[in-house]
Nanobody
Framework: QVHVVESGGGLVQAGGSLRLSCTAS????????MGWFRQAPGKEREGVSC???????YYKESVKGRFTISRDNAKNTLILQMNSLKPEDTAMYYC???????????????????WGQGTQVTVSS
């Protein structure tokens, strides 16, 4: 049975930091491209970042230089370190697993096999 569980969201002031974690089980974690999506109220779910098993990464332009994605295949864990947070980063953040071979660019929802339940990130101005 597949489980994908996020943690680490919360309320933070603009300029602050949060560290999101995702732990997965029930599938071959290290064979999957892992990524983070976010969805703000009234908006579509969008890919924020991804990382493949070789360590290649992608970041949405608006988070480059502020967010860092990493993975620990031995622990089936995905991390998103978010620094210099802005109010526009406020959203529900979802961990996602894709069977794509590589993290070529922005993931879309159709690329994803497994989703977490989401963790809320709120950045106050």
């Amino acid at each position: 049975q597949v489980h994908v569980v996020e943690s680490g969201g919360g309320l933070v002031q603009a300029g602050g930091s949060l560290r999101l974690s995702c732990t997965a089980s029930g599938f071959a974690f290290d064979d999957y491209v892992m990524g983070w999506f976010r969805q703000a109220p009234g908006k579509e779910r969008e890919g924020v970042s991804c990382i493949d098993r070789s360590g290649s990464t992608y970041y949405k332009e608006s988070v480059k230089g502020r967010f860092t994605i990493s993975r620990d295949n031995a622990k089936n864990t995905l991390i998103l370190q978010m620094n210099s947070l802005k109010p526009e980063d406020t959203a529900m953040y979802y961990c996602a697993a894709s069977p794509l071979a590589r993290c070529w660019g922005r993931l879309i929802t159709a690329d994803v096999d497994n989703w977490g339940q989401g963790t809320q990130v709120t950045v106050s101005s």
